[in-house]
């Protein structure tokens, strides 16, 4: 199983960027998709949950800024992320479980600059 992120970069406060999760080697339609983030110095966290139903779950701090969404491709997440902050400036992870197993991404960098 692979999880692979995409779409991180350098953007200024308001702005808005989409970081895309796609997973192979899962034959079957996963539940949910998770994503995460890790900001330097502390530790990672849970940012959204988006569900086959497209129902979505947000942490506090993103809750109105962020969506995810499922892809059309199987097992595929985006999460659009609105109005930007400095704080939220971390690594962003995909995380995934497959019965017993959890598989992470190896991340991508946001920076948001005040």
């Known amino acids: 199983v692979q999880v692979v992120e995409s779409g991180g970069g350098l953007v200024q406060a308001g702005e808005s960027l989409t970081l895309s999760c796609t997973t192979s080697?899962?034959?079957?339609?996963?539940?949910?998709m998770e994503w995460y983030r890790q900001a330097p110095g502390k530790h990672r966290e849970f940012v959204a949950r988006?569900?086959?139903?497209?129902?979505?779950q947000y942490a506090e701090s993103v809750k109105g800024r962020f969506t995810s969404a499922r892809g059309n491709a199987k097992n595929t997440a985006y999460l659009l992320m609105n109005s930007l902050k400095p704080e939220d400036t971390a690594v962003y992870y995909c995380?995934?479980?497959?019965?017993?197993?959890?598989?992470w991404g190896q991340g991508t960098q946001v920076t948001v600059s005040s």
């Open positions: 995380f995934v479980e497959v019965g017993d197993n959890e598989y």
């Open positions: 080697g899962i034959i079957f339609s996963l539940d949910a």
């Open positions: 988006i569900s086959t139903g497209a129902v979505g």
